[in-house]
């Protein structure tokens, strides 16, 4: 087995194995900001890459992408619904997200939760050279770190949790709660995106484990834990050279007028999750139509809602309900050939989504809880002629480096409908200056900066850059 000096550990490989129209099996890139983070960092990197390849069955053995081994974990039909489906996506992905959905525990999903954590950890023992980094991501995997510790007590194990970590009222709740904890407690450093969270899992750590914690180190006994903000970003210089590339320009143009040449185009791209808060968005749009302070053709939606996790119950639901509001709000406000929302469920290109950013006026992202969202840091770095402006969620990582974007709660319809109208009519010159100032931060906190300040971090075992756990 080839060995590596820096080994990522996530869920997902940055490659999906989906199905074509045609029926063929295609590899694509797959969804998600955890990939869109990563991928671009890694690329030509000596490293080795562990994750599933998104089937059921055995692991296929895939070739290097671009330059970074895929080492896969194979995952059966039971795990996928117990652990992925189950206890990843149908406990804990809830519990994170404020509980806007109920999260459902049972105790059959946690029993596959350890074991295809410890199938990971198997894994990533394998792959790791002595010494090496490994870098593990995410709730999917919060065990991995203890588990890996146990086998390779030689490795440096970093852990980056890219969702938000909720307060203690609702990790209570998780009646594996104090194993969860010690899971993520085998590694050497643990990222947060937002200094709360860092402070969340201090009192945590510090109530159910009862061990020393601050917000920035635990004591474990025989080690230090150093726990830490550092919040995920995109390759904003990528997606600006994107944005700027003539072809991107020209489509820009051409889907402009196929939406009629409006006055104002509103853009939302999302994974259709509950999270995303689409529902109250749509409602929003609706009753500013309703009320005449926004017309069509003059002002359209365009939503981008790819499927996601489509066997769990909560998506299907979701998905269902956003089908039937945009074809009630179609019904309503629309003529022919005149829609008041583009809705589109496919996954668009990298090239195509930059060409939906450089035509949206308003970029619309007001998730009622969200971990970063790298939609909205990508659209700030595609309008490289510093006009648009961006509504953006309290509630969402990004809002904390993103003071400049026109802030709401998603959870308060008349403050969102405000919000909306406010970003519509934004002046061009003060959207402009807060344009500038969101991509002169998004150029100096890029993904290659953030990697550098946690694996500096997890590097050097006593300086956590301050700089770091102030973000918040
Ligand atoms: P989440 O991780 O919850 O899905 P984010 O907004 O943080 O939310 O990240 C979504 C990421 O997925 C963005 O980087 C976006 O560009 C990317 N994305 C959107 N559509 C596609 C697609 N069709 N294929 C791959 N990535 C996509
Ligand atoms: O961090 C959010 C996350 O779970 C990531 O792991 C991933 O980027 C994204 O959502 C997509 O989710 P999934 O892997 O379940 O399709």
Redesign the pocket.
């Known amino acids: 087995m080839r060995q590596s000096s820096l080994v990522v550990v996530a869920?997902?490989l940055p490659i999906d194995d989906s199905v074509a129209p045609d029926g063929a099996c295609e590899w694509r890139r797959?969804?998600?900001?955890?990939?869109s983070a990563l991928h671009p960092l890694l690329r030509h990197t000596p490293a080795t890459w562990v994750g599933w390849a998104g089937g059921t069955g055995p692991a296929p053995r895939l070739p290097d992408v671009d330059g970074v081994r895929m080492h896969t974990v194979p995952l059966s039909p039971d795990d996928l619904r117990d652990h992925y489906e189950g206890f990843a996506?149908a406990t804990l992905w809830p519990l994170y997200h404020d509980a806007v959905e109920q999260p459902e525990y049972h105790r059959r999903w946690w029993e596959a939760y350890q074991r295809v954590n410890q199938r990971f950890a198997d894994a990533t023992a394998e792959v790791a050279e002595p010494g090496a980094v490994v870098w593990v991501q995410?709730y999917h995997l919060q065990l991995v770190p203890g588990l890996l510790r146990d086998l390779r007590p030689d490795l440096r194990i970093g852990f980056f949790l890219?969702?938000p970590f909720p307060p203690p009222e609702l990790f209570m709740q998780l009646p594996r709660r104090a194993e969860l904890l010690r899971g993520m407690l085998g590694a050497d450093l643990i990222g947060f995106q937002r200094a709360h969270a860092a402070h969340n899992f201090a009192q945590l750590v510090a109530k159910v484990l009862e061990l020393p914690a601050t917000d920035r180190r635990v004591d474990v006994g025989d080690r230090v834990v150093r726990v830490g903000a550092f919040p995920v970003s995109i390759d904003t210089a990528e997606m600006a050279a994107l944005a700027a590339r003539p072809d991107v320009a020209a489509r820009a143009r051409r889907l402009r007028r196929d939406l009629g040449d409006p006055d104002h185009v509103i853009l939302s791209v999302d994974?259709m999750d509950y999270t995303k808060g689409i529902e109250q968005r749509l409602k929003a749009y609706s009753e500013l139509l309703a009320h005449g302070h926004i017309k069509v053709p003059h002002t359209v939606l365009v939503q981008v809602a790819v499927p996601?996790?489509e066997r769990v119950g909560q998506y299907q639901i979701l998905r269902d309900r956003v089908e039937h509001q945009v074809g009630r709000i179609n019904g309503e406000f629309g003529r022919v050939g005149e829609p008041a929302i583009h809705y589109l469920t496919q996954p668009p290109e990298r090239a195509e989504l930059a060409a939906l950013y450089r035509i949206a006026d308003v970029m619309a992202v007001t998730p009622l809880r969200d971990?970063m969202n790298l939609v909205a840091k990508e659209y700030v770095a595609a309008r490289v002629d510093d006009t648009g402006t961006l509504l953006l969620s309290e509630f969402a990582g990004a809002a904390a480096e993103l003071p400049q974007a026109y802030q709401v709660n998603p959870h308060d319809l008349e403050g969102l409908k405000q919000g909306l109208l406010a970003a519509l009519r934004a002046d061009p010159a003060d959207a402009t200056r807060r344009m500038r100032a969101m991509r002169a931060h998004l150029r100096a906190n890029d993904i290659r900066a953030w990697a550098r300040s946690y694996l500096s971090a997890l590097d050097d075992g006593d300086s956590l850059p301050t700089r770091l756990t102030r973000t918040g």
């Open positions: 869920n997902r797959s969804p998600g900001g955890l990939v996506n995410d890219h969702v994974r996601s996790r971990g």
